[in-house]
């Protein structure tokens, strides 16, 4: 079955370190996004790519940086600069940039406790 | 005051209750979406509406343009309903980005 599948489930890391949430999907879709969700927020657009080796910072990029070297995979580095990492990150597709025809499919998320 | 908005905040509910949530937006829109998160965080996507009435099951979704209000309805409700419910709008301005709503926790109640 198609879908995206994000790595890890549960991620605990340092305080100061950098690190990676994996977001792969074999949908064949275009365009991939990060979103990060937050306690009593909606989901909030950190990065997206409507092509490989193409993206756009979203709303709240500072501090997290993306690649897309191929159309199936869309990692995101959160690094030590991103003031306040903990949070639920949760990453989607659609077929194509504008989500017109087929909508989104999402993950299941990661879950990043910094400490 | 946000783009999107949704209510309740919460529902609780006894099974086989008919359940309504509520969207309002504030921005010209190309498609709303319906989302339902589960406790474990993966979200599903339930409906994309642009006009009118979609139905799927026990799901109906409308959406009202003119009025920039959609509302979600399960009928029948049941325990497995119980989720978050989030509403997202699709600017039809600038980069057509999806805007959230904070979402709808409903609790059935056997």
């Known amino acids: 079955d198609g879908g995206i599948t994000q790595s890890p489930k549960y991620l605990f890391r340092k305080e100061g370190q950098n690190v990676t949430l994996s977001c792969e999907q074999n949908l064949n879709h275009d365009a991939m996004y990060w979103y990060r969700q937050d306690p009593g927020q909606g989901l909030r657009l950190i990065y997206y790519?409507?092509?490989?080796?193409?993206?756009q910072k979203g709303d709240i990029a500072e501090g997290y940086s993306v690649s897309r070297e191929k159309k199936e995979s869309f990692p995101l580095t959160v690094t030590s600069a991103q003031k306040n990492p903990t949070a639920f990150y949760l990453c989607?597709?659609?077929?194509?940039?504008?989500?017109?025809?087929?909508?989104?499919?999402f993950g299941s998320g990661t879950r990043l406790t910094v400490v | 005051k946000n783009e999107v908005e949704q209510s309740p905040q919460n529902l609780t509910a006894q099974e086989g209750e008919f359940i309504t949530i509520n969207c309002s937006y504030s921005v010209g829109i190309s498609a709303l979406h319906w989302l339902q998160q589960h406790p474990g965080g993966g979200i599903v996507s339930l409906f994309m509406l642009s006009s009118g009435k979609k139905k799927h099951g026990r799901l109906i979704a409308t959406i009202n343009i003119q009025e920039k209000h959609s509302s979600l309805h399960i009928t029948a409700s049941h325990p497995r309903d119980s989720a978050v419910y989030i509403c997202?709008?699709?600017?039809?301005?600038?980069?057509?980005?999806?805007?959230f709503g904070t979402g709808t926790r409903l609790t059935i109640i056997p």
């Open positions: 997202a709008v699709r600017s039809r301005f600038g980069n057509e980005k999806l805007t």
């Open positions: 989607a597709s659609s077929i194509d940039g504008r989500g017109l025809t087929y909508g989104y499919t």
């Open positions: 790519s409507q092509i490989v080796n193409d993206f």
